[in-house]
């Protein structure tokens, strides 16, 4: 908490301005051109909806505003999500509004994906259907983006690992590197030695 994630998933998604640095997307400055984000897909922490519609409606909008056609059901028919197309957010858990979340994420086949803190609320089958879906896309060529406090999530799938803390970027290495230099073979373990030894940027 406070380390400054959600600033920076706000500022690669155009919400807040970066007060120092620039963000690149396929080798163009953003700047105020924001077509870029129609190939970026966002799973939010939380998701907001409103609450008086129901699924179904709720995925009409949001093709409505990116005006495009759904291209990927893989997650709406493995979460059955088409099977509860006329609920309402508000009678949803909050497991199942992560599952929307999910779906709407992936729903365009979009190049880029966003993810915070993706398996939070999930049942142990829905988590484990949605790293597969990481996976796979990851294999598709996708650029995955993050954001967990779960590392043991993370150790099947990631590639390069940011650390952030305080709002501060402590160290951007190699998962592979990172195992070297701590002696260890998972994630969380290297990151509980790195903080243990409060060595976080070397």
């Not at 190939?39 to 990116?66: A, C, F, T, W």
């Not at 005006?67 to 088409?82: E, H, I, M, N, R």
């Not at 858990?93 to 779906?103: D, N, Y």
Request: hydrophobic fraction near 35%.
């Amino acid at each position: 908490n406070g380390s400054g994630k959600t600033t920076l998933i706000k500022s690669v998604l155009g919400m807040v301005m970066p007060s120092a640095g620039r963000i690149t997307f396929e080798g163009q400055d953003i700047g105020q051109q924001w077509a870029y984000r129609n190939h970026i897909g966002y799973m939010p922490q939380i998701g907001q909806y409103p609450e008086n519609m129901s699924i179904k409606q709720v995925l009409d909008m949001i093709k409505d505003i990116r005006k495009q056609p759904q291209t990927d059901s893989d997650l709406y028919q493995a979460f059955g999500v088409d099977k509860l197309l006329e609920k309402r957010m508000a009678t949803l858990s909050g497991g199942t509004r992560q599952k929307v979340s999910a779906c709407i994420a992936f729903m365009f086949d979009p190049k880029v994906l966003i993810l915070d803190e993706p398996t939070a609320g999930l049942d142990p089958l829905s988590t484990e259907i949605l790293k597969d879906k990481i996976k796979k896309e990851i294999g598709r060529g996708k650029l995955i983006i993050i954001s967990s406090h779960v590392l043991s999530d993370l150790d099947e799938f990631v590639s390069q690992i940011v650390f952030l803390q305080e709002g501060e970027l402590k160290f951007h290495k190699s998962l592979q590197q990172l195992k070297e230099d701590t002696c260890t073979e998972k994630l969380s373990k290297a990151i509980a030695y790195l903080m243990q030894n409060r060595d976080l940027s070397n």
